[in-house]
């Protein structure tokens, strides 16, 4: 099932400006994780971050996490076109043991222009 | 990711047919994951297996079939049963326990003729 909503569904910025993701979901949480999917590729993974953490950093990365709303955000710093893609978080609520069933945002589609 | 591959990259399924689907991984890993995606969609867990010889429905199993007899393998069959089997199918693998992310194959699209 679907419980992580990103925001917005689609963000179009120029190259050079900041983009900021959010995620809210509705269940409590081990962790976060933030994915990146180009066109007709697979995900990769860009950042976890766990339920007693507030923000993690990587590279031109910057994630939040609020668990007292239920959300989180995902800054991209100085975009770049290499960033134009779809970000989709998804969240590990406890009790799913070792299977670790993630449950999946929509995604939010960037494009980023020259 | 390069430990994770994926074959055919795409896949054209006749009416009544069944399709298999390859997900072969060398990270060791002993967690394996079946999705699907549609269009501007997110992804909806179709199977996932813990360990060999074991594996669980996801949320949308009815018309697929997995087998996990190796470690490295975890394929998916979509079966003529299936009624509406077009979209992205991605295969992932999670090591370790706890707080590890998962890891991507580059897909499979598979397509009605």
């Known amino acids: 099932s679907q419980q992580g909503e990103e925001d917005p569904q689609a963000l179009s910025i120029q190259e050079g400006e900041n983009a900021t993701m959010n995620c809210s979901y509705k269940?409590?949480?081990?962790?976060l994780q933030w994915y990146r999917q180009n066109s007709g590729r697979g995900l990769v993974h860009l950042i976890l971050i766990r339920s007693n953490e507030r923000e993690k950093h990587s590279g031109r990365l910057r994630v939040t996490l609020d668990t007292s709303k239920k959300s989180s955000s995902l800054l991209i710093t100085a975009s770049r076109a290499a960033d134009t893609a779809s970000y989709f978080c998804?969240?590990?609520?406890?009790?799913?043991?070792?299977?670790?069933?993630?449950?999946w945002g929509l995604g939010t589609s960037l494009a980023v222009n020259p | 990711d390069g430990g994770i591959t994926q074959s055919p990259k795409y896949l054209f399924r006749k009416e009544g047919q069944n399709v298999t689907l390859s997900c072969e991984q060398n990270?060791?890993?002993?967690?394996m994951y079946w999705y699907r995606q549609d269009p501007g969609q997110g992804l909806r867990l179709i199977y996932y297996s813990q360990i060999v010889n074991d594996f669980q429905k996801g949320d949308i199993a009815e018309g697929y079939s997995v087998s996990r007899e190796k470690k490295e393998s975890f394929p998916l069959t979509v079966t003529s049963a299936q009624k509406n089997p077009t979209a992205f199918y991605l295969c992932a693998t999670k090591g370790g326990s706890g707080n590890q992310p998962q890891h991507f194959g580059d897909g499979t699209r598979l397509s009605i003729l």
């Open positions: 269940t409590s949480i081990n962790n």
């Open positions: 998804a969240t590990d609520p406890p009790g799913s043991g070792n299977n670790r069933k993630l449950i």
């Open positions: 990270l060791n890993h002993d967690a």
